[in-house]
């Protein structure tokens, strides 16, 4: 963790600063709001701020927003303080912390920010599997994908990978794509150049420059605005970024590493309006790259997109409609203009996708898979299927199949006195 401690406090802080150190964080002094800012943009980065509490909290605060810099601010002061103290929470301060500091409340601060712990402890073997696939492919420069329920870990994970890879003396930068507003974190990601916007008064680096020669973390990925993952997806496939408002693009050399807390399989079908969204920026941006007049999709085509099928392909999609702004006659790109790469059209596709025609194409698998069995039998592979999805966890699969986990019990026992294999927690039967 990277804490900036802004402000003297007569040599008080300087017990804080080294209270944090001792916890572990790296800090770094600035005795103005003007050089911490400075600071910031340059490159150097923090997780957190720690601040005089008679200092300009507010237009310290005034000043990270209007660059779109997301940091927490935390300040500090003696305890006879207490106006200021009111008026820095009002202002955006996340906490106050009286002086002279407390050893267990700065670590407590740190630790609710960093959301870290040195400590990685595991006895499980599910999580032993883990560990041992992170170090297989630790000495690698591949990106890597780590998904979980939240608070299972994932984070750990990726600073675990990083400590073992060839980068692990360069930087480790995280930031959590959920915790920032979708109109900071474009900025917080890929930085921005003077007078991108009001209030950028000098150029900025943004995370992926700051993690130059280590590992990004981009942590909730999928949490991300879908019109930022489309110019993300440059930057994870080529290593070049654009800084908001540049002309010029910036090469990076980093491995990128995510979490989701999402099952992303899933969540491709439910998210059809995020097909919409693309199709209108990958029709604006090559209408503009191949300098043409601006293009739109009719209601039809819109409709017939999200009809057809796109399995979570959105390299598939941009080229598909690339083709239809080379290749359509005029400004509005009807569903007959856009064919998909095995030469299907795209009204076509719509109707083959539709769900009639899914609900029949699955029926029809069904009766093919369940003809000729006796319902023990599709039961019991029912039953053992959901459990090795649960991983052997027998609460978790009871409530999935909705019936007491009494009930699971003694169809496992029966399953295992007739020689099934039934997996262990932690356990799939694949891995038996």
């Known amino acids: 963790?990277?804490?900036?401690?802004?402000?003297?406090?007569?040599?008080?802080?300087?017990?804080?600063?080294?209270?944090?150190?001792?916890?572990?964080?790296?800090?770094?002094?600035?005795?103005?709001?003007?050089?911490?800012?400075?600071?910031?943009?340059?490159?150097?980065?923090?997780?957190?701020?720690?601040?005089?509490?008679?200092?300009d909290i507010a237009g310290l605060i005034a000043g990270l927003e209007a660059e779109r810099i997301a940091i927490p601010v935390v300040a500090c002061g003696v305890e006879t303080n207490a106006a200021a103290a009111v008026n820095a929470i009002r202002a955006g301060a996340k906490e106050y912390i009286p002086l002279p500091p407390d050893a267990e409340l700065i670590a407590a601060v740190i630790a609710a920010v960093a959301r870290e712990s040195s400590d990685f402890l595991y006895r499980d073997p599910a999580m032993e599997r883990v560990v041992r696939m992170a170090e297989q492919i630790a000495g690698s420069e591949a990106s890597i994908l780590i998904t979980g329920e939240s608070g299972t870990g994932k984070e750990v994970i990726a600073k675990y990978v990083h400590g073992r890879s060839k980068r692990a003396h360069k930087p480790f930068i995280s930031i959590n794509c959920a915790a920032i507003p979708e109109a900071l974190l474009e900025s917080e990601l890929f930085g921005h150049e003077k007078g991108a916007f009001t209030g950028a008064i000098a150029r900025r680096i943004g995370k992926f420059e700051e993690a130059?020669?280590?590992?990004?973390?981009?942590?909730?990925?999928?949490?991300?605005?879908?019109?930022?993952?489309?110019?993300?997806?440059?930057?994870?496939?080529?290593r070049i970024i654009d800084r908001v408002g540049g002309t010029k693009p910036v090469p990076v050399d980093i491995r990128i590493l995510a979490t989701s807390n999402r099952n992303l399989n899933e969540a491709v079908r439910e998210r059809p309006g995020d097909i919409i969204a693309l199709s209108e920026h990958f029709v604006a941006k090559y209408a503009k790259a191949n300098g043409l007049p601006p293009r739109s999709l009719s209601a039809e085509a819109r409709q017939a997109l999200v009809r057809a099928p796109w399995p979570g392909n959105v390299r598939e999609l941009e080229n598909t409609l690339h083709r239809a702004v080379l290749l359509s006659s005029g400004d509005v790109i009807?569903?007959?203009?856009?064919?998909?790469?095995?030469?299907?059209?795209?009204?076509?596709?719509?109707?083959?996708?539709?769900?009639?025609?899914?609900?029949?194409?699955?029926?029809?698998?069904?009766?093919?898979?369940?003809?000729g069995r006796t319902v023990a039998d599709v039961e019991r592979d029912l039953i053992l299927d959901t459990l090795d999805h649960t991983l052997g966890n027998r609460t978790h699969a009871a409530n999935i199949l909705g019936i007491s986990i009494r009930t699971l019990r003694n169809k496992l026992n029966q399953y295992a006195d007739e020689g099934v294999h039934v997996p262990e927690p932690g356990e799939k039967r694949g891995a038996a």
């Open 1 to 55: 963790m990277r804490l900036l401690i802004i402000g003297a406090l007569e040599g008080q802080l300087s017990t804080a600063t080294k209270m944090a150190m001792d916890g572990g964080a790296k800090v770094a002094h600035a005795p103005s709001i003007e050089i911490a800012l400075a600071s910031l943009r340059s490159g150097k980065g923090a997780d957190l701020l720690l601040v005089d509490v008679m200092m």
């Open 212 to 238: 130059s020669g280590g590992t990004l973390l981009l942590d909730e990925i999928s949490e991300m605005d879908v019109r930022l993952q489309a110019k993300l997806l440059r930057a994870i496939q080529e």
């Open 334 to 371: 009807g569903p007959d203009a856009i064919v998909l790469p095995d030469g299907m059209g795209l009204s076509e596709a719509a109707q083959a996708a539709s769900p009639a025609a899914q609900l029949a194409q699955t029926a029809e698998a069904m009766n093919r898979a369940l003809v």
